[in-house]
């Protein structure tokens, strides 16, 4: 067997080192979640960590690791009173992204039931990592189910099985460790808030740790096992400090002015709830030990606030992801002053200076002081009854703000074995299962409970044979990727100036999103006279944000020419790949000023999945946007209620 990398031959990552070891010596902390881009050694280092891991006493047989000093009284292979002990190495489980629901949580004992009659239970992934460590490549990757069943175990330290007539519950108590890459999407907030710990790491910026790196994983991979020997010491003292550490963990003396900082940091830093103060207890009482220390310091707190609170800041978990270092800093500092921080000016705007008084011009939605054009809810004067031709003025390209976290869209049907994704629900390969069937051509996962079932039935004696009509097929419900095409209104009706760049950070913010979510992507804009396809259906999103900077706007309305160019668009694409189904963004104020009535294109859209954001702004709106999302039978959404923190709020 080829030897694991060592931990102690890793360059750098110094926090992530850190965070590690201390849930080693204090598994309660909750675990560590490692951010960072690929190819900078966080698989390598999760793995490494199960050496340095102290073994464990286990009841001999007993397939859940139970603790023979204090056996689970639920355990379900149990009782354990007064059975001897055997010790063993502690685990390191892998759960794969593309992990089926009854290899994480357990199913039925095909095999038993076969050969003795009897219903069992054969256990999961989450029985195998208790006492030990859960480990997840690409958690941010985990389909929504599995996240729920981490999430119950993660809570509880529990596994509670129901499923394939099976009732049970047993400990799932592990060290849970992902890691992930921020480049492919962000994981559920509520997975990320269950992480005791989150690391940032990044590659080596000097060219001697550079250069370091490179001449070790040569090194390994010419004689792993020399490689190994070479940093065996090293390992082995730091698994002797991990026991000794732990030994010392209960002693450690946790007084009162360091849960007072604790406290003031927290509230210093604006986190919600109160998990945050307990995790950077129990961090610096692990720190405290490691360090051989009797008495937390304030240098253990700050110490572990810094490992503890980056991912706690945010009000909402749908704002922008990530640390803000100086803030951090200062709640650090705001904790250790004397003296409380001053109370804001009463006059003080959000940015800190002086908000808008009576008289001040207000900008927002194109007023005057910003340059902008009149209201959207104002007709264009050249379409003023009477009105004498008007220059149109020249076309201009808006700002784009930050992108936000938006509300997922999705098609209302239940797409078939489409790409996988993680927009639509679809019946897919893999995913929850949601039952059986009997198989349609070539046979994909069997549904093993309900074959047995379906032998069981057909029972005359002796013992169940399964044939070829017993055979089950499991259908999974799953998500999937589709084809976002967006049709956006470039027109002068939406060419306020505030309006406009809000209008263009709503799609940069859905742009970002059908990166995340595995979609292609497409852009029709109109305006002026015809529509004109920016970006052609494409898995470059970036291209897509490129275009969307430099999209200009101005002149008349053509809204029925931008449906129409969509209606060919999704024609040809459904052609060229008939598996991808699309979803029809349509961004407007539902105004048109050029060509027939959009409702007229209707029905070559009939049977597409389409969503039309309504960007009519103004105290006169004339709701021609609700009005067209009722002829293409769409999903209506108000701009306003595009971003995901607004629904939460609401």
Known sequence: MTAAYPFSAVVGLADLRQALLLNAVSPVIGGVLVRGEKGTAKSTMVRALAALLPDIAVVPGCRFACDPAAPDPSCPDGPHAGVAQSVRRSRLVELPVGATED?????????????????????????????????????????????????????????????????????????????????????????????????EVGAPQEPADRAEVVRRRLAYEADPDGFAARFADADAATAERIVAARARLPKVTLPDAALDRIARICLAYGVDGLRADIVIARTAVALAAWRDRAVVTDQEVDDAARLALPHRRRRDPFDPPGADQQALDDALDQAGASEPPPEPDDDAGPGGGRGPGPDDPRPEDGGPGDGATPDAATPDAEDRPGAAPATPPPAIAEPVGTAYRTRTLTARSRGRHGHSGRRSPAYAGRGRVAGSRAPRGRIGAVHLPDTVLAAARDHRGGRVAIEHGHLREAVHIGREANLVLFVVDASGSMAARARMATVKTAVLSLLR??????????????????????????????????????????????????????????????????????????????????????????????????????????????????????????????????????????
Not at 131 to 137: C, M, S
Not at 159 to 182: I, K, Q, W, Y
Not at 561 to 572: H, P, V
Not at 587 to 605: C, E, F, I, S, Y
């Open 103 to 199: 290899r994480v949580v357990g199913t039925l004992d095909v095999q038993r039931i076969l050969t003795e009659g009897t219903k069992a239970y054969e256990p999961g992934l989450l029985a195998a990592a208790h006492r030990g460590v859960l480990y997840v490549d690409e958690v941010n990757l985990l389909p929504d189910h599995l996240v729920d069943l981490l999430l119950d175990a993660a809570a509880m330290g529990r596994a509670f099985v129901e499923r394939d007539s099976v009732s049970l519950r047993h400990a799932a108590r592990f060290l849970l460790v992902g890691t992930m890459n921020p480049e492919e999407g962000e994981p559920r907030p509520q997975l990320v808030d269950r992480f005791g710990l989150v690391v």
């Open 513 to 650: 999103d059908a990166y995340q979510r595995r979609d292609t992507v497409g852009m029709i804009t109109f305006r002026d006279t015809d529509a004109t396809t920016v970006l052609r259906p494409t898995a470059s999103h970036e291209v897509g944000v490129r275009r969307l900077a430099d999209l200009r706007t101005g002149g008349r309305t053509p809204l029925a020419a931008g449906l129409a160019a969509a209606a060919r668009t999704l024609a040809g694409e459904r052609r060229r790949d008939p598996l991808r189904r699309p979803l029809l963004v349509v961004v407007t104020d539902g105004r048109h000023t050029r060509g027939p009535d959009p409702r007229t294109v209707a029905p070559a859209l009939a049977g597409v999945p389409s969503v039309v954001v309504d960007c009519e702004t103004g105290p006169v709106r004339l709701g021609m946007a609700r009005t067209l999302a009722g002829a293409l039978d769409a999903q209506y959404l108000p701009l306003a209620a595009l971003s995901a923190a607004t629904i939460r709020a609401v």
